[in-house]
């Protein structure tokens, strides 16, 4: 699995968007960009996954590069329950029936401030 | 659905001491995984279960021993505890329905050990 790099804090104003960044230089063609989160205390909770084109679901966006070495988490309007850790995972897709191994980092500490 | 759960919710142990960790999900996953997490650091695979009867070794399962008991349940034991055990465990499940999209893991809100 090809290593990511995210910075390890970031603050965001309540209301504004956050934008997460998370750099994946070796990243292979057939490896997926995931992000989880992890709100304090709790279980992580899956966000939002990607190959190369740009995702968007009702939690957040994913803008992937062209090149695909690099990827940011953008959460468009943040709030106070939005303060987590965000874990950017790169690896292949889950074979149909296999088990996944996610591979944690220690992420980026988002601390949304009112 | 209650989703993952987990007990207990927090657990003080003496090194030496046994203990076992149970998971339970009423999603009807066939994947299951325990994971640690370290103060300040990442979550670590321990072991997982593709399917009821089936246990693999994840990074870190020096230590441990799983039991897939049946599609609901899989649970980890401890059998002589030691203090590098101290830590937080997640438990987690996942589906293989979805064929063409990604089945995301859905995580218990933990167990939360001590061992002195």
């Known amino acids: 699995d090809a290593k990511t790099t995210q910075p390890t804090s970031m603050d965001c104003a309540e209301g504004r968007a956050a934008n997460l960044p998370c750099n994946h230089s070796?990243?292979?063609?057939?490896?997926?960009v995931y992000w989880y989160r992890q709100i304090h205390s709790q279980g992580p909770q899956y966000i939002i996954h990607?190959?190369?084109n740009n995702e968007t679901n009702e939690m957040a966006s994913l803008i992937i590069t062209e090149d695909r070495k690099s990827s940011t988490l953008i959460l468009p309007h943040a709030t106070l329950r939005d303060t987590a850790v965000y874990y950017c995972?790169?690896?292949?897709?889950?074979?149909?029936?296999?088990?996944?191994?996610?591979?944690f980092g220690k992420g980026t500490k988002l601390t949304v401030n009112p | 659905n209650a989703g993952v759960t987990q007990t207990p919710k927090f657990q003080v142990l003496k090194t030496g001491q046994s203990m076992t960790l149970q998971c339970a999900q009423d999603?009807?996953?066939?994947?299951m995984y325990w994971y640690r997490q370290d103060p300040g650091m990442g979550l670590r695979l321990i072991y997982y279960?593709?399917?009821?009867?089936?246990?693999d070794k994840g990074e870190v399962p020096n230590g441990y021993n799983v039991s897939r008991l049946n599609k609901r349940e899989f649970s980890l034991r401890l059998e002589s505890a030691a203090p590098s055990q101290t830590s937080v465990y997640f438990c987690?499940?996942?589906?293989?329905?979805?064929?063409?999209?990604?089945?995301?893991?859905?995580f218990g809100p933990g167990t939360r050990l001590t061992v002195l």
């Open positions: 999603m009807n996953h066939n994947s």
């Open positions: 995972i790169v690896r292949v897709a889950p074979t149909q029936g296999g088990s996944e191994k996610l591979v």
């Open positions: 990607g190959l190369k």
């Open positions: 070796t990243i292979s063609g057939n490896e997926y």
């Open positions: 279960s593709a399917s009821e009867g089936t246990t």
């Open positions: 987690a499940s996942k589906t293989d329905e979805k064929v063409a999209s990604y089945n995301e893991q859905f």
